[in-house]
T-cell receptor
């Protein structure tokens, strides 16, 4: 079945450091890919998405590129801030409307001042 | 903000008691979902609904039932709560338009003692 694998955390960085969180997936067909962010005590928020190969999703300084050849969707940010501390989830849906959304286990990011 | 509320936000209950969690949305979205979030597992789909009285099982549906008698409300019931159902439960909606984006409620933390 479809699955998502994320790098294990926690990830601890200093403010203004470069961030990469790796995500790889297994899916048949052409899934849509997402990154969600969860701040303490809150629900998940959609951070960015990509719906086809070579698409780049971006939002709030975060970027991720849909790489079909490597089945990857790595999250990057050039300069993290303390306010970016959260748990980040990679997810996919096989685009069979309303059905299977698959989430990775999440990667906790802590940014130190 | 997709106008999603969940109630209660926190609940402690005893093993063997029935529990109902409510998800309410204000934007008349057709698709609604119930997930549970556990450390190391990310989010796992319990049940989803694709319309009033139309529901289907997800990955971890055993021990749970759902009902949707109105577009705006999606109820999750634990018929006889067990300690393994201690978790954080999230409701989500999916907006129409082919983008497959999900939006989440704030969550309900359930403890079964």
């Amino acid at each position: 079945g479809d699955s998502v694998t994320q790098m294990e955390g926690p990830v601890t960085l200093s403010e203004e450091a470069f961030l990469t969180i790796n995500c790889t997936y297994t899916a048949t067909g052409y899934p849509s890919l997402f990154w969600y962010v969860q701040y303490p005590g809150e629900g998940l928020q959609l951070l960015l998405k990509a719906t086809k190969a070579d698409d780049k999703g971006s939002n709030k300084g975060f970027e991720a590129t849909y790489r079909k050849e490597t089945t990857s969707f790595h999250l990057e940010k050039g300069s993290v801030q303390v306010s970016d501390s959260a748990v980040y989830f990679c997810a996919l849906t096989p685009n069979n409307y309303g059905q299977n959304f698959v989430f990775g286990p999440g990667t906790r990011l802590s940014v130190l001042p | 903000d997709a106008g999603i509320t969940q109630s209660p936000r926190h609940k402690v209950t005893e093993t063997g008691t029935p529990v109902t969690l409510r998800c309410h949305q204000t934007e008349n979205h057709r698709y609604m979902y119930w997930y549970r979030q556990d450390p190391g597992h990310g989010l796992r789909l319990i049940h989803y609904s694709y319309g009033v009285k139309d529901t289907d099982k997800g990955e971890v549906s055993d021990g749970y039932s759902v009902s949707r008698s109105k577009t705006e409300d999606f109820l999750l019931t634990l018929e006889s709560a067990t300690s393994s159902q201690t978790s954080v439960y999230f409701c989500a909606i999916m907006r129409a338009g082919g983008e497959y984006e999900q939006y989440f409620g704030p969550g309900t933390r359930l403890t079964v003692t």
